[in-house]
C-alpha cells in the first residue's frame, strides 16, 4: 500500500510539474508578446507623429505657394492690363503711316518701349532694381510699362 501511495504521489507530483513547467512556458511566451505588442506600438505611434509633421509642414509650404501664386497672378494681371493698354494705344494710331513719315521717331519709341517691356521682364524674374530706377520720381525718368513695378517712388499724376 505505502508503494501504491508512493506511485500516486510521485504521479501527482509529475502531473503539477509538467502543468507548473507549461504555466510557466506559458507566462514566458505571453511576456514575449506583449514585449513585442509594445515595441509595435511605439514605433506606430513614432511614425504617426512623423506624418502628422509631415503633413503640417506640407500645409505650411502650401499655404507659402498660394500667396505666392497670388502674387505672381496679381503682376501677371497688372501686366496683361498694361499691354491691352499698348495694344489699345497702338490700334489707335496708323503706324505704317506714321513710321513712313517719321522713321526715326517711331524707331526710337518702338526701342524705347521694347527696352521697358524687356526691363519689366527682368526684374519680374527677380533682377534687383537700379538706383536710377528705385529713385526715379520724374515720368521723363520711369519706366513706361511698368512704372508700379520698376519705380517704387514713383507717384503718377
Known amino acids: 500500500m505505502i508503494i501504491g501511495k508512493i506511485k500516486m504521489l510521485l504521479i501527482v507530483t509529475a502531473i503539477l510539474g509538467v502543468v507548473g513547467f507549461g504555466a510557466w512556458k506559458y507566462y514566458q ?13 511605439a514605433v506606430a505611434e513614432q511614425a504617426q507623429a512623423e506624418s502628422q509633421a ?3 509642414s506640407t500645409m505650411r509650404d502650401l499655404v507659402k505657394v498660394q500667396d505666392k501664386f497670388n502674387e505672381v497672378n ?8 498694361r499691354v491691352d493698354d499698348l495694344e489699345k494705344k497702338l490700334s489707335e494710331h496708323e503706324l505704317g ?4 513719315a517719321r522713321p526715326d521717331w517711331v524707331e526710337k519709341i518702338i526701342d524705347k518701349g521694347s527696352a ?8 519680374l524674374s527677380g ?9 526715379a520720381v ?3 525718368k520711369t519706366n513706361t510699362q511698368c512704372p508700379d513695378i520698376a519705380n517704387p517712388n514713383y507717384i503718377p499724376k
Open 138 to 140: 520724374k515720368k521723363s
Open 116 to 123: 521697358d517691356v524687356l526691363r519689366c521682364i527682368e526684374i
Open 29 to 41: 511566451y505571453t511576456q514575449e508578446q506583449i514585449r513585442i505588442y509594445a515595441t509595435n506600438a
Open 54 to 56: 509631415a503633413l503640417e
Open 127 to 135: 533682377a534687383p532694381l537700379t538706383e536710377d530706377e528705385i529713385n
Open 97 to 100: 503711316q506714321l513710321a513712313q
Open 74 to 81: 496679381s503682376q501677371f494681371s497688372s501686366a496683361q492690363s
